[in-house]
């Protein structure tokens, strides 16, 4: 008898989990903010087709926790970024927003931008030094109070450790091709990605002001109530087209790298 309860109380379970999924993939996000959404510690991915704003989104979050609660930033580069664009590029940011390449620097209670994660914690090198070190690193986050944002132009070259411990997963616009090949337990969700963005754009012609549209856009899964939200954001003050056409060198010469 007390078997079969348990039975029933299992399937009960798995049907209400089912019926949250269902319902977290169904209804429209809500719309939210940046500093409603996010605060201390916290693991984010931010995924999206190339040039349609991840770097931006990355900084103008950093920007707003910088205003409301004086958190300073890493800007975490591939060793790979010769030293003269990282020198331009610290040039070009405000005094909170110190550029690394060690993770060794990152401080405690910072925002981290990871740009580009997947030339450093590629999903083929789980078991190399790097994907342990940056494993730890998620690990301790948490103690050491940090905000740690990946970028990535889709999950798929992404170590699974990265992916397993995110708080929050953001989407700037994904393509086609990325909800075809994105790892299957992010499927359903790049998929809802791709519909909610081709709904803002509502098959109209993707000329410049509807692209500053979507850049604008962002869809975020917050994995603590398993619910989507919806945020805009505008460009970061220091944001300049100087400025991200360097962090564009810097990933060309990322993804030169071997296994890339
Ligand atoms: N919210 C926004 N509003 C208007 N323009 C934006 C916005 N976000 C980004 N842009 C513009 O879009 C371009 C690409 O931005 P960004 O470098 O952040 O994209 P990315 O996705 O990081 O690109 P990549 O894949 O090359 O790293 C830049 O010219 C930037 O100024
Ligand atoms: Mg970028």
Same mark, same amino acid.
């Given at each position: 008898?007390?078997?079969k309860?348990?039975?029933?109380?299992?399937?009960?379970?798995?049907?209400?989990?089912?019926?949250?999924?269902?319902?977290?993939?169904?209804?429209?996000?809500?719309k939210?903010?940046?500093?409603?959404?996010?605060?201390?510690?916290?693991?984010t991915?931010?995924?999206?087709?190339?040039?349609?704003?991840?770097?931006?989104?990355?900084?103008?979050i950093?920007?707003?926790?910088?205003?409301?609660?004086? #958190?300073?930033?890493?800007?975490?580069?591939?060793?790979?970024?010769?030293?003269?664009?990282?020198?331009?590029?610290q040039?070009?940011?405000?005094?909170?927003?110190?550029?690394?390449?060690?993770?060794?620097?990152?401080?405690?209670?910072? #925002? #981290?931008?990871?740009?580009?994660?997947?030339?450093?914690?590629?999903?083929?090198?789980?078991?190399?030094?790097?994907?342990?070190?940056?494993?730890?690193?998620?690990?301790?986050?948490?103690?050491?109070?940090?905000?740690l944002?990946?970028?990535?132009?889709?999950?798929?070259?992404?170590?699974?450790? #990265?992916?397993?411990?995110?708080?929050?997963?953001?989407?700037?616009?994904?393509?086609?091709?990325?909800?075809?090949?994105?790892?299957?337990?992010?499927?359903?969700?790049?998929?809802?990605?791709?519909?909610?963005?081709?709904?803002?754009?509502?098959?109209?012609?993707?000329?410049?002001?509807?692209?500053?549209?979507?850049?604008? &856009?962002?869809?975020?899964?917050?994995?603590?109530?398993?619910?989507?939200?919806?945020?805009?954001?505008?460009?970061?003050?220091?944001?300049t087209?100087?400025?991200? &056409?360097?962090?564009?060198?810097?990933?060309?010469?990322?993804?030169?790298a071997?296994?890339?």
């Amino acid at each position: 008898m007390v078997k079969k309860n348990f039975l029933n109380q299992l399937r009960k379970w798995r049907k209400d989990k089912e019926e949250q999924y269902a319902k977290a993939i169904m209804e429209r996000p809500e719309k939210s903010t940046i500093r409603k959404l996010f605060s201390l510690p916290d693991v984010t991915l931010l995924m999206g087709e190339r040039r349609f704003g991840k770097t931006a989104t990355a900084h103008k979050i950093a920007e707003d926790m910088y205003r409301s609660r004086k #958190v300073r930033t890493m800007v975490h580069l591939p060793p790979s970024a010769p030293l003269e664009i990282r020198r331009r590029i610290q040039k070009l940011l405000p005094g909170y927003m110190k550029i690394t390449s060690k993770t060794e620097e990152w401080e405690k209670n910072c #925002v #981290v931008i990871y740009d580009e994660a997947a030339q450093t914690a590629h999903a083929r090198r789980t078991q190399s030094g790097d994907a342990v070190a940056l494993d730890n690193l998620i690990g301790i986050s948490g103690q050491r109070n940090q905000f740690l944002i990946f970028i990535c132009h889709h999950s798929r070259k992404l170590d699974l450790n #990265v992916v397993r411990e995110v708080n929050h997963i953001i989407w700037k616009r994904p393509t086609y091709a990325h909800q075809l090949f994105e790892r299957d337990e992010l499927a359903d969700f790049t998929m809802k990605a791709f519909d909610f963005f081709a709904e803002l754009r509502k098959g109209r012609k993707l000329n410049e002001p509807i692209r500053r549209m979507l850049k604008r &856009n962002n869809l975020v899964l917050d994995f603590a109530d398993f619910r989507f939200f919806s945020f805009e954001n505008s460009l970061p003050q220091h944001w300049t087209e100087d400025l991200s &056409n360097l962090f564009q060198d810097i990933n060309k010469v990322g993804r030169k790298a071997p296994g890339y």
